[in-house]
């Protein structure tokens, strides 16, 4: 019990000094996501985990632990949009069921040849569309903390495992929030990479111009471990970033400027709070997370700053035009005919193509197609498609100004915390429309997303209910570009001083009784 909620160090440590072999961690972790109840995984083959396992165990034996890469042996869960060898790739749609990759997504094959374990699928939103894992195909995904709300979405499968023990790391997929929102909702940490910093090669596409994957895990160390194995360029994806390899855990535990020190590490470091993000759109329990956020950052001898992001409610409309744009065109490959649901009841191609398509796609994926289409047809496609592009590069400038007076940007992650399993987030500007309001819920996390920069949600805080669970909530940072491991480092500084992200969920909040 203890060894499943452990740091990706820890366990490393525990497999080092022979503790535990790699087998026995992957039995540990494929027993608990066999018993789970809160629908965190999709697809679970323990025979190909334990080979896995027993090859790392091999490598581990004949290396010393010097030699080892830190990440050999170590457990890993991957959102069900990155493909996989053996294990079924669905994203969440009936239409992929059963459906079985030939290859491994590029970040999938690097983690794998680091030496680490598959786990499995996490479950996740159809085509990771939503921001609550209510649009699985499958099921919804419970948090943890509170069994009857949603985990956040779209990478709500992941962020589960992660919460409940079930995987000490996950990857996750970030379109618009994906990887952010579900850890902040289930007090992880997670982090989407600058967009090109990770291949897209395997990535089941959603928007391909912002789809960016990442890794989710419990301390910002774990992420930094993670992300240097998963980055690195791939030919393979024509938007892949030529750059030389990074370790981004170099900077960790280093002051940040000149001026820092060590009771003040972060001295010199001047750090955005958005206006816009820190607006009575966030329900008071956020508000008060972050600002006690904020308040250990400034502790640490961070500058906190206001600035300005005056097209912060622009990325809205922009995102929802272009992200359903892209996905009506990528996935127009989904037809039936060569993989994926085919229709019984089809007369001719005609009705072949549209019988698969209706039978298997969700609601949510349907309605963003036919918005896709509206937007990109003839007559439409300048006044909604090439206007949200250009809106898009205002929201980026806006990010570009921002960042000539500070580091980084700081703010929530969403305006509200897990909401309740089929009811929405509680916003004002969406009152009866719960759909609406998810889309609305984005606010904050879409912006870094039509940036293509790197962003991140570490635990900071929680809403206390009466007498009720617990529910936790991420602080949002955002970066300039490449800037992921400085980023990375002033998370774990502040993971130093604070204890949010060592918190676990009580057996009882799972909805297990003890
Ligand atoms: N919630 C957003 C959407 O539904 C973002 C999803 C994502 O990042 N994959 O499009």
């Known amino acids: 019990m203890e060894l499943r909620f452990s740091s990706l160090s820890d366990l490393r440590r525990a497999l080092d000094c022979g503790m535990v072999s790699v087998e026995e961690l992957a039995q540990d972790y494929l027993r608990a996501l066999q018993e789970d109840t809160l629908g965190a995984g999709l697809s679970v083959i323990p025979e190909l985990t334990l080979a896995q396992a027993r090859e790392a165990q091999r490598r581990l034996e004949k290396t010393s632990p010097e030699q080892r890469s830190p990440l050999l042996g170590l457990p890993v869960i991957h959102k069900d949009v990155l493909v996989t060898k053996g294990w079924p790739t669905t994203a969440g749609s009936r239409i992929l069921e059963d459906y079985q990759s030939p290859f491994n997504a590029h970040a999938v094959e690097q983690l794998q040849a680091a030496g680490m374990v598959c786990l499995g ?12 894992n209510e649009h699985s195909a499958y099921q919804p995904a419970h948090n943890p903390w509170d069994s009857e709300r949603i985990s956040g979405g779209s990478s709500g499968g992941s ?21 952010r929102q579900p850890a902040s909702m289930c007090g992880i940490t997670g982090i989407k990479p600058t967009y090109g910093r990770v291949s897209r090669w395997g990535l089941i596409a959603y928007a391909s111009i912002l789809d960016q994957a990442g890794p989710m895990a419990r301390t910002a160390k774990d992420c930094a471990l993670l992300l ?47 206006k816009q993000y820190f607006s ?16 250990v950052l400034r502790g640490l ?16 409309p922009a995102y929802y035009v272009i992200a359903p744009a892209e996905a009506s065109s990528n996935l127009s490959r989904f037809d039936g005919v060569r993989y994926g649901h085919r229709s019984n009841n089809a007369t001719d191609l005609e009705s072949l193509y549209c019988l698969s398509r209706s ?14 289409s509206y937007v990109l047809s ?17 929201v980026a400038m806006d990010f570009d100004r921002a960042f000539e007076g500070c580091d980084f940007l700081v703010g929530p992650v969403s305006p509200v915390t897990a909401w309740r399993l089929g009811e929405g987030p509680a916003l004002e500007a969406a009152k009866d429309n719960p759909l609406l309001a998810e889309y609305l819920s984005d606010v904050f996390t879409l912006g870094a997303s039509l940036a293509g920069l790197p962003a991140m949600s570490m635990p900071c805080g929680f809403e206390q209910h009466q007498a009720g669970p617990r529910l936790p909530i991420g602080l949002q940072l955002i970066g300039p570009r490449f800037e992921e491991a400085r980023m990375l ?7 130093m001083a604070t204890d949010f992200h060592e918190q676990t969920p009580s057996p009882r909040a799972q909805g297990v009784q003890p």
Do not use: W
């Not at 699928?121 to 609550?132: I, Y």
């Not at 949200?388 to 205002?394: F, G, I, N, Y």
């Not at 480092?489 to 993971?495: G, K, M, P, S, V």
């Open 378 to 394: 003839h007559g439409y496609y300048d006044a909604y498609y090439l206007q949200a592009q250009k809106v898009r590069r205002l």
């Open 121 to 132: 699928k996490a479950n996740c939103d159809e085509f990771a569309m939503g921001s609550s």
């Open 280 to 295: 009575n759109q966030i329900s008071p329990a956020v508000a008060h997370a972050i600002e006690a956020g904020l308040e």
């Open 359 to 372: 039978e298997a796609f969700g609601p949510e994926v349907r309605r963003r197609i036919l918005l896709g």
């Open 301 to 316: 001898g961070a500058e906190t700053l206001m600035v300005d992001l005056p097209r912060t409610d622009l990325s809205l």
């Open 228 to 274: 240097s194995a998963m980055a690195g360029f791939d030919p393979k994806d024509s938007t892949s970033l030529d750059r030389t390899p990074e370790d981004f855990t170099r900077l960790l535990g280093r002051p940040m400027t000149d001026l820092a020190s060590v009771e003040q590490p972060l001295k010199g470091l001047r750090l955005g709070m958005p």
């Open 489 to 495: 480092a002033l998370a774990h500084h502040f993971q």
């Open 159 to 179: 962020a589960v495992a992660v919460a409940a023990g079930l995987a000490p790391a996950a990857t996750g997929t970030d379109t618009g929030g994906s990887i």
